[in-house]
């Protein structure tokens, strides 16, 4: 069964440093996520993306994020300037369609800022 | 805007007992709604999904019913069993006119731990 990946499982950081996290989403996907979980807390939205564009995006998603999808398979989420506050986990998804499709999620990356 | 209410957890079930979690969301539109499932170390998984009004949604076992008049999508299951100990999540997605995809508004989720 086809399944979102994301890489790496684990990363740690220091602040203010960059850091990229890699999804390959389900391959006749058009519809792209990115998610974070801080411990303990709900699951966030932070972005969606379609057609090589961000079509949504939360206020959490501010100036120091930003994704790409650099070519046919991958889907990433770059981090300009780490801050403590966004260790949390980072889950991708990607689904077929929009509302009523399911969103397929991948495993996450967990990322610790020290 | 919109936003998904869960009961509190964690719950402690027996095995073999029945299971409720209470959900209940507000949205502008008309939402699509979903029950995903976190296993100990692992990602989301979906459960079950209920696209409009009476709909059912059901999945091993697990079953939930789309009620607009109450707001509410509550997940029951009748005989749990010492798998089902995940931390359940209760989302909604609103319609959206024009495509783009649509984000998922989760609730806190609720632990649930069933014992023998």
């Known amino acids: 069964e086809p399944e979102v990946t994301q890489t790496p499982s684990h990363q740690v950081t220091q602040m203010g440093q960059e850091v990229i996290l890699r999804c390959v989403p389900i391959s006749n996907h058009l519809y792209f996520y990115w998610y974070r979980q801080i411990l303990g807390q709900k699951v966030e939205f932070l972005v969606s993306f379609y057609n090589n564009e961000i079509s949504e995006k939360s206020e959490i998603f501010d100036d120091q994020f930003s994704v790409e999808r650099p070519d046919g398979s991958n889907f990433t989420l770059k981090i300009r300037s780490t801050k403590l506050e966004d260790s949390a986990m980072y889950f991708c998804?990607?689904?077929?369609?929009?509302?009523?499709?399911?969103?397929?999620f991948g495993p996450g990356t967990r990322l610790t800022v020290l | 805007g919109d936003s998904v209410t869960q009961m509190e957890g964690p719950v402690t079930l027996s095995e073999e007992a029945f299971l409720t979690i209470n959900c209940t969301y507000t949205?502008?539109?008309?939402?699509?709604l979903f029950w995903y499932v976190q296993y100990p170390g692992e990602g989301l998984q979906l459960l079950l999904k209920?696209?409009?009004?009476?709909d059912k949604g059901s999945n091993k076992g697990f079953e939930a019913t789309y009620r607009k008049e109450t707001t509410s999508f509550h997940l029951e299951k009748g005989s749990v069993q010492v798998s089902d100990s995940a931390v359940y999540f209760c989302?909604?997605?609103?319609?959206?006119?024009?495509?783009?995809?649509?984000?998922?508004?989760f609730g806190t989720g609720t632990q649930l731990k069933v014992e023998l």
């Open positions: 998804a990607s689904s077929e369609g929009t509302y009523t499709d399911t969103q397929y």
């Open positions: 209920a696209t409009k009004a009476d």
């Open positions: 949205a502008t539109g008309y939402p699509s």
């Open positions: 989302a909604l997605s609103d319609r959206q006119v024009t495509g783009g995809g649509n984000k998922l508004t």
